[in-house]
């Protein structure tokens, strides 16, 4: 059986972080360069490090996923905290995580069109307690 320290793990998870890190830096430059123009490497660092802060708070970790966010992030109009609608569709129970983060994408770029209810009761009789 193979033991690691708390030391050794920690190493390996700060190694796991740069090399996330790095590719989520080539990634914006490759999918995003308008935004990314005039930017250092040291704020798209800082960016894909938001990102992946805001996934793993959401119970995100596959890196695809991950990147996915941090272009979702970017669009315009795009606010924290998130609306109550486009949050249940990123942590909507019994989902595995790229399906929540394709359905928070849709919440994102697609408005949800009013549903009518029309009942056939009288409310305000049956709160006066004459139905």
Request: proline share 5%; glycine share 4%; net charge positive.
């Amino acid at each position: 059986m193979l033991t690691i320290s708390r030391q050794q793990f920690e190493a390996l998870s700060r190694t796991r972080e740069q090399g996330f890190t790095a590719r989520a830096v080539a990634h914006l430059r490759a999918h995003h360069p308008e935004w990314c123009h005039g930017r250092e490497d040291a704020a798209l660092a800082a960016r894909a490090a938001a990102a992946l802060a805001f996934a793993r708070e959401h119970g995100v970790s596959h890196e695809a996923n991950v990147l996915r966010l941090m272009d979702l992030q970017l669009r315009p109009g795009f606010a924290l905290p998130l609306a109550d609608y486009p949050r249940y569709r990123l942590t909507q129970r019994g989902l595995e995580e790229s399906a929540r983060v394709a359905n928070f994408a849709l919440a994102l770029t697609r408005p949800r069109p009013l549903v009518v209810i029309s009942l056939d009761t009288d409310l305000d009789a049956l709160e006066r307690g004459h139905a």
